[in-house]
């Protein structure tokens, strides 16, 4: 393996030019800046990254704390977060919580000993509840769900309103009976609950029911199989999340039902199967590039000004209307 004298001595420059081209000062001609690279190329010369975040302390990695990556929602926020701090020559260390705070904390730590730069983070409502007291000098960067920390910026979606225009399109297409299944793990499901029963008292109707439940699959299927073998059944199911979604398509299609001739079906965020499946799901789609890029360049203005005012950006869902919820 090459080593940053073997680039100094093919470029015929000291070492401490090689270092100063490879951190991009300025205070390097261009000329011997291109024999630089050059030479590095040549060498497939490849910086000691841990080195270096020693010497100048700052690391060339951020961590991302995601509570399902099985959720498409954070697997596309993770490819987005990695497209972003890969443009600016950082590594990504991704780390899975499933909801559970013991693992949060664990993974924090964990984070905080490898010295990364910064940290996003999808906190559930336990741990984001304590997450203001908990001893970190790492900068932090929310997403999807609302904390009490000051010095952290914050990046999440108008989740009252997704929940109400969602709601509102299952109304305007004349279904009355309408349950909600909402997940029990952070902020996000009950202020989409929130604009759903917004929706339903502006036109005096009342929840055909209400369920919040672990954001999974299985529950999902298994509060559907509950509702459906009532005497009196929903004409339409409003889901919090796509993994509900799966669970609820999944148990109507084995009660040998039809959607939505039977029971509508909406919910949230885009996935590959709820556009492949016949009819496809109605739902609310989230701006999950603009989510991670911008939490990632957030984390990096964090990181060079680290006392700067915090900001909170909140994004628009965009509403896809699909063949699920088709007017009866």
Known sequence: MPSIKDVAQAAGVSTATVSRVLANTSRVSDETRQRVLEAVEQLSYRPNLIARSLRVQKSAKIGLVVSDIRNPFFTAIGRAVEDAAYEQGYSVLMCNTDENPEKEELYLNVLHDENVAGIIFSPTQKFGAKLSTFNSNIP????????????????????????????????????????????????TAPERNQGWLKALREHQLKPFGEYFIPPRIKQGYDTTLALLNQAERPDAIFTSNSLLTAGVFQAIRDFKLMVPNDIALVGFDETTWGELVDPPITLIAQPTEEIGRTATELLFQRIEEPTRSPKTVILKGKLLARGSSAKR
């Open 140 to 187: 932090f960067v929310i997403i999807d769900r609302v904390v009490n920390m000051k010095q952290a910026d914050m990046v999440l979606l108008d989740n009252v309103t997704a929940g109400y225009e969602l709601a509102e399109h299952l109304i305007e297409n004349g279904y009355r009976k309408i349950a909600g299944l909402f997940g029990n793990a952070s902020t």
